[in-house]
């Protein structure tokens, strides 16, 4: 796990040093938007989903400065996603990371930018030219990046969990809700990876099934977190779901039970990893990871 | 002139069927989502953008499914950017086109998701194989839509807005301004023609001039609407610009040199359509058309 946690971090200062050059500072007036946007990207976040494109990636030798790009496009809607959800009339949230958050260092207005300027960046790194040599391809991730992050996916997810502020949800419609808001990023993750490397149907299938596996494991481990984790080790504030009366999957299962399912869930994310031998084995060490994280 | 109003008016109703067909409400609990995206695309707008779309694709014989495609993505980008910058926390409009703008008809998490959700949704409409078959045209047009509308273009803009009303800005400033904030949405229209029907370089340079032309001469129109045009008849609140204090073409030139400013930049916008002989008229028309309105 020691040598995970580096090649995590290698990777993670990868993607870092792209997004870093993808977002470079200029003299204009207008530098407050980009440097915004760095604020909220060049952090030291774990950067699970960037891990998650370049391990799927190397199962199909995909070049590694394409997956680094693909990474660091994926990681800039993540992090939109984050400084947008913060904003006072969505979660409200001053700390992130164990910083203030995007609004708070800056101001509203700034934060509400710099999260459209930085989706809107997450699409022109995909469709360069410099990301893939064929135009199919870089299409191909456009387009399942849209869909992942959109009102389908991502964003549908976020509304729907304001919604159910004032709903009862059933277990199913949380699950739902935890694939739209947290899952289809983390599979899309995968896909961009697969899409890099002209996978296979079968082979994109099972890298399909281990992404939605983990992506309900992150969740269940989030919220695990959400009761269990100390503030300061988290990064952020903690215990918010049960002030807001949420339904999670802990509060629906219970501690001990939502534990078990993120196990189960593990174990057969990685069973769908066979037919890819040794090579899978960071994304194996990555599914067991991120049950196991304590931030 | 008539004519044009008309085929102006038959285009934009062609534009709104495609955006009904994109955003489909579902029973879905976040249903709200594409609620306010549709309130805020399928109101009865001028779509002066996508009428650029499809007169400048028609030079070049573009399909008239790619082009209004195209042309639904990029008004889907215009009213996002609507959206977010009526927020409280931006230019804080209760107004919009004569009605109660997203954030005040639905509240404003739901109008920053919209706009998000929009955004996104632009993107995968340009990269979906129905809006064109080459998927060299599909990644072009992503790539160019995504560097006008972030923040070397269109969000800059908005920041530079929001940054000017704390600095004197020079006219030199101001165009710049001016050229990122709307002119580059403008410009895209008429270059996705351009891409969509893989014009010749010396096509894409002529239309790329008349449309930087129309973009300020669209702009100055803009201000003086600000300064002359009666709230009704704009349909959203007018004179913000003096109260703001905000450097505007008009404070800069005074109305009569700011209106001559703008007859010369359409007169000039009308020589750069020369090659295209008849073709271009819906193109001319519009040029007149943008700074005689009244709305």
Same mark, same amino acid.
């Given at each position: 796990m020691t040598d995970f946690k580096q090649s995590? +971090?290698?990777? &993670?200062?990868? /993607? =870092?040093?792209?997004?870093?050059? %993808?977002?470079?500072?200029?003299?204009?007036?207008?530098?407050?938007?980009i440097d915004a946007m760095r604020y909220t990207t060049l952090?030291?976040?774990?950067?699970?989903?960037?891990?998650?494109?370049?391990?799927?990636?190397?199962?199909?030798?995909v070049a590694h400065q394409s997956s680094l790009r693909a990474a660091a496009a994926i990681e800039m809607m993540h992090c939109y996603s984050l400084v947008h959800d913060d904003l006072p009339a969505m979660d409200d949230d001053v700390l992130r990371r164990g910083r203030p958050t995007c609004h708070i260092k800056f101001d509203e207005a700034t934060a509400?930018?710099?999260?459209?300027?930085?989706?809107?960046?997450?699409?022109?790194?995909?469709?360069?030219?410099?990301?893939?040599?064929?135009?199919?391809v870089r299409a191909d991730l456009v387009?399942?990046?849209?869909?992942? +992050?959109?009102? &389908?996916?991502? /964003? =549908?997810?976020?509304?729907?969990? %304001?919604?159910?502020e004032n709903i009862e949800l059933d277990?199913?419609?949380i699950t739902r809700l935890q694939r739209m808001k947290t899952g289809k990023l983390i599979f899309v993750s995968c896909e961009a990876g697969a899409i890099l490397g002209k996978a296979s149907a079968d082979k994109r299938q099972n890298l399909k099934h281990y992404a939605y596996d983990i992506g309900l494991a992150f969740q269940i481990a989030d919220d695990l977190l959400d009761v269990e984790g100390r503030e300061?080790?988290?990064g952020k504030k903690t215990g918010k779901d049960a002030v807001a009366g949420k339904a999670t999957f802990v509060s629906f299962l219970g501690v001990e039970q939502a534990r078990k399912q993120a196990t189960m869930l593990?174990?057969?994310a990685i069973g769908h990893l066979d037919m890819f031998g040794d090579k899978a084995e960071p994304l194996r060490d990555l599914a067991h990871f991120i049950v196991n994280r304590s931030s």
């Open positions: 995590l +971090a290698a990777n &993670a200062q990868a /993607v =870092g040093e792209i997004l870093n050059e %993808l977002l470079t500072s200029g003299d204009a007036p207008e530098h407050r938007l952090s030291s976040g774990k950067r699970v989903r960037p891990f998650l494109v370049t391990a799927s990636a190397a199962l199909f030798n509400i930018l710099a999260g459209d300027a930085l989706l809107t960046k997450a699409f022109e790194v995909l469709a360069a030219p410099s990301t893939h040599a064929d135009p199919q387009l399942a990046l849209a869909r992942a +992050a959109g009102h &389908a996916g991502m /964003v =549908g997810g976020q509304m729907l969990d %304001l919604v159910a277990m199913p419609e300061e080790q988290v593990t174990k057969q």
